[in-house]
């Protein structure tokens, strides 16, 4: 018979603390110790997700970004508290995926639903802070887009044409030289992206607006996307044709504008 001392009776008694393997309390009693385990999360977060990854740089892009453009102080708290939403969305989603593996290590559809609405709410955040940034940051960075759109200058009707022409021809030497796909599906470098981001530049430079050269350049990464989607091509390809695409007729164009 144990020697221990009963409870007394009416006093509740507390279940042991749980440890964790090195015989460390689970539950941090000290301020200190709740900070550290918080920076152990974002940092374990930024090193398995690699969406963490790609918004911690898309946040130092917009900090360099806004000491250059020189934004005011509500400008510059109203993109912090944004950025700082999309990062907390996308540890919370984190958080939730590493439970409902912990819970349901199988597939479940209700363990799917809970994945998807974490998901979703970190592209509600994504969403919202786009917005926000566009509202803030376009009246500093368009007028410095319209500059560099005229420094190459309003391609012609002739211009246009050769531009074109000349992105499907480079395009088709490049396919066979590499020697991969055909001249519609497959190889080096992306045919449509080349053909679509071509387009987009003719667009941007003819119109000489930011608003429309931004829309038809998504336009070229949705039929980008599409490419990939379908794995038709892979991302090198498709960036490599994007990058033919535009550098030709921007090229073409201003061949063009100094030949007149």
Known sequence: MSSAEPPRRGVAVLPPEPLDPNGDPVKPTRFIDSVNCAIEGIFWATRTQKHMRRHFIAALVLLFAVLFLRVSPLEFTLLAVSVSF???????????????????????????????????????????????????????????????LGMIGTPTEMGTVVALLSVIIVVVILKSVSGRGTPLEGGLPSGHAALAFSIATVVSLTTQDPIASILTICLAVMVSHSRLLLRIHSLREVILGAVTGTAITAAVVMLFRFLK
């Open 86 to 148: 999309v990062l907390f969305a996308e540890l919370l989603n984190t958080a939730v995926e590493a439970v409902v593996d912990l819970v349901s290590p199988d597939y479940h559809p209700v363990a799917k639903t809970a994945k998807d609405v974490a998901a979703g709410g970190v592209l509600v955040a994504a969403i919202g802070a786009a917005v926000m940034g566009y509202l803030i940051l376009s009246k500093y960075i368009f007028p410095i887009y319209k500059e560099m």
